[in-house]
T-cell receptor
């Protein structure tokens, strides 16, 4: 079963715009991670946020976590065509970091 | 510093055959997890190996088995292949710290096609 659910399923924007993706999950967690995947290749780790953190930044990425609502968001600022990919959130379900993924958000950034 | 490597990149098998996929973890990592990703879906956890033992298992049949070697590399074996086993198989490595694993780093995957 998939714990994380990303919203929207697909997002199409122009270069320079911001992209926001949301993730909801069902059980308690120790941490939540965001990954990017280009064209069916391996997943690239973007950010890990722990359950006692509320916000984290990495370059143009900003991740928030609201454990009371069991939700997280990923914001990509000033998007580029190279950001075109699928984005997944993954939770550890409070266990040994057995990652549980959602179906992902497909982001298309047009030049 | 080499990242996670997987072999082969692509594989084509027929129903009923057996397949072995290989993974070498990132340097310094001691835990290997395997995931199956069907087209258009998120990865699904198959199992995780730590200290050469299966530590956790997802909802996959016994046809899926694995092994971890003393150098932390790992193999995934699938017997009696079905058409539905066609997928991208991803290996991820991580480091156990105080009983919890941290960031998982993924390899490029092996694309398995079952005909």
């Amino acid at each position: 079963s998939q714990q994380g659910e990303e919203d929207p399923q697909a997002l199409s924007i122009q270069e320079g715009e911001n992209a926001t993706m949301n993730c909801s999950y069902k059980t308690s967690i120790n941490n939540l991670q965001w990954y990017r995947q280009n064209s069916g290749r391996g997943l690239v780790h973007l950010i890990l946020i722990r359950s006692n953190e509320r916000e984290k930044h990495s370059g143009r990425l900003r991740v928030t976590l609201d454990t009371s609502k069991k939700s997280s968001s990923l914001l990509i600022t000033a998007s580029r065509a190279a950001d075109t990919a699928s984005y997944f959130c993954a939770t550890d379900g409070g266990g040994y970091n057995k990652l549980i993924f959602g179906a992902g958000t497909r982001l298309a950034v047009h030049p | 510093d080499a990242g996670v490597t997987q072999s082969p990149t692509h594989l084509i098998k027929t129903r009923g055959q057996q397949v072995t996929l290989r993974c070498s973890p990132k340097s310094g990592h001691d835990t290997v997890s395997w995931y199956q990703q069907a087209l258009g879906q998120g990865p699904q956890f198959i199992f995780q190996y730590y200290e050469e033992e299966e530590r956790q298992r997802g909802n996959f049949p016994d046809r899926f088995s694995g092994h971890q070697f003393p150098n932390y590399s790992s193999e995934l074996n699938v017997n009696a292949l079905l058409l539905g086993d066609s997928a991208l198989y991803l290996c991820a490595s991580s480091l156990v710290d105080r009983g919890l694993t941290d960031t998982q780093y993924f390899g490029p995957g092996t694309r398995l096609t079952v005909l």
